[in-house]
């Protein structure tokens, strides 16, 4: 009985200690991550540097992010989804070329468009 505890407790604090560290590490990944600067390399060119669509952006139908109503309907998941999957024919998938922690990171970009 004395045993099942130990073991039990060491197992707990073996999990929290890797969730912790793991968890930190994430973190400072996504700390690093200028989101401004990826979102002027691969969003600007269609939906412009200050949110609302380019003319290129327009004949594509990319979202204006400076719209009110599609940022209270847009969800943050579907938002990392159309980053990730992108629209046959309209928007490419950024899915391999950025990874999930750069994308997570122009999500506030993306919702700081609908504050302005």
Request: net charge positive; charged share 25%.
């Amino acid at each position: 009985m004395y045993k099942k505890g130990i073991f039990v407790a060491t197992s707990f604090a073996v999990v929290t200690g890797l969730v912790t560290f793991f968890s930190g590490t994430t973190a400072s990944k996504a700390a690093d991550i200028d989101a401004n600067k990826l979102y002027q390399t691969h969003c600007k060119t269609c939906h412009g540097a200050d949110g609302k669509t380019t003319e290129l952006g327009a004949g594509l139908g990319a979202r204006d992010f400076t719209d009110p109503n599609w940022q209270a309907k847009a969800t943050d998941e579907q938002i990392i989804k159309q980053i990730n999957d992108g629209t046959p024919e309209k928007m490419m998938p950024f899915k391999e070329k950025l990874s999930q922690d750069e994308i997570k990171a122009l999500l506030p970009v993306v919702r700081g468009f609908g504050k302005k």
